[in-house]
């Protein structure tokens, strides 16, 4: 099975700590960010994977290289000239899935023990065009959802902001986890340009089934250096 680990952010919440070393590549215990979510996909079968770099390219291109020497099989999309962000990024990124069948996306800075197998299993199961992995944790942003996982909506408690897409309620709230899979079909809606995934399922969400999948796990964003720390992070 497919997948795309999205690693070519610049890590601004992180500060000083990436002024010289991607976000991918700071070190949680003895192996770097990259290497944690390779592992962790490839056990679950998700074994050919495209990683999207940016900042710092040849410090990435040297660890993707140490880990196909490890046996993995890992291409490239670089985005050393534009950072396209999520969307974007996988739109660029389109000719890697050519098999017709859904894959993973996965945040590179996303640590947990979620089961991807069972987040997979769903989304075949439910038929959506897509399958967001979510949880119940404080958050200011935070998808809508009905009873059934259908998504609604978005909402921001800290600016009000709030997106309705789905009229009829109830509206459910759920934190997503940066972690999710989408059906090839998804690639009908996108285009060139710099934008987010999470914006575009917002936007098609009107007309298709965007599926949520509720998870009580570990897990752990290292984007900031408070959390970075929390994790046992070390640069």
């Known amino acids: 099975m497919k997948a795309m680990i999205f690693a070519a952010g610049k890590g601004t919440r992180l500060g000083k700590l990436t002024e010289k070393t991607p976000k991918a590549l700071l070190r ?33 291109t040297e660890e993707i290289n140490s880990l196909r020497s490890m046996g993995y099989r890992i291409e490239v999309s670089d985005e050393t000239g534009n950072l396209l962000e999520t969307g974007g990024g996988l739109y660029k990124a389109k000719w890697f899935f050519d098999d017709n069948e ?56 800290e600016t009000g902001e709030e997106i ?27 285009s060139e340009g710099v934008y987010s995934m999470t914006g575009l399922y917002l936007k098609i969400s009107a007309e298709n089934d965007v599926q949520t999948c509720m998870f009580d796990c570990n897990w752990i964003d290292i984007g900031s250096e408070e959390s970075f720390r929390a994790a046992g992070g070390d640069c």
């Open 28 to 60: 949680i215990g003895s192996k770097s960010a990259l290497q944690n979510a390779v592992e962790k996909i490839t056990a679950c079968g998700f074994d050919d994977i495209i990683v999207n770099i940016h900042h710092h390219p040849h410090m990435m």
């Open 102 to 157: 859904p894959f993973l996306l996965y945040n590179v800075d996303i640590i947990t023990d979620l089961n991807l197998s069972h987040l997979y299993n769903y989304h075949i199961s439910h038929n959506g065009i897509a399958t967001l992995a979510v949880m119940k944790r404080n958050d200011t942003r935070y998808f809508l959802t009905g009873d059934d996982g259908i998504l609604k909506g978005s909402c921001n408690t």
């Open 164 to 190: 309705i897409t789905r009229k009829e309620g109830p509206f459910n709230k759920a934190a997503f986890m940066g972690i999710h899979i989408a059906d090839p079909a998804i690639f009908r809606y996108m």
